[in-house]
């Protein structure tokens, strides 16, 4: 079973960048899809961007689409967002998230890292 853990997340002024890092263990890794979600206290977790196992497609919530970038190195298990010109609204913790391709739904998620955005 993979498991994975968040990292990269802090205090940036607005338009300031952040990349955050999705640190996987598991010899299957090539083998999960990947998705990073936020969620504010009060509100319901958001998708914000998705990455496939072989890191050929990659998928963005509108907010974030030319401001946001996933990628991934299965060579070092890890999956990365890259966030520019960052928005207060933006503001939120993040998780990481991961599914094998034969699955229907996201079944292993990180702790989530903090990201703030100061206006």
């Known amino acids: 079973q993979v498991k994975v853990v968040e990292s990269g997340g802090g205090l940036v002024q607005a338009g300031g960048s952040l990349r955050l890092s999705c640190a996987a263990s598991?010899?299957?890794?090539?083998?999960?899809?990947v998705g990073w979600f936020r969620q504010v206290p009060g509100k319901e977790r958001e998708f914000v961007a998705s990455?496939?196992?072989?890191?050929?497609?990659?998928n963005y919530v509108g907010s974030v689409k030319g401001r946001f970038t996933i990628s991934r190195d299965n060579a070092k298990v890890t999956v990365y967002l890259q966030m520019n010109s960052l928005k207060p609204e933006d503001t939120a913790v993040y998780y990481c998230?991961?599914?094998?391709?034969?699955?229907?739904?996201?079944?292993?998620w990180g702790q989530g890292t903090q990201v703030t955005v100061s206006s």
């Open positions: 990455i496939t196992s072989n890191g050929a497609d990659t």
């Open positions: 598991g010899r299957t890794f090539a083998t999960y899809r």
């Open positions: 998230a991961a599914r094998h391709i034969t699955a229907s739904a996201y079944n292993v």
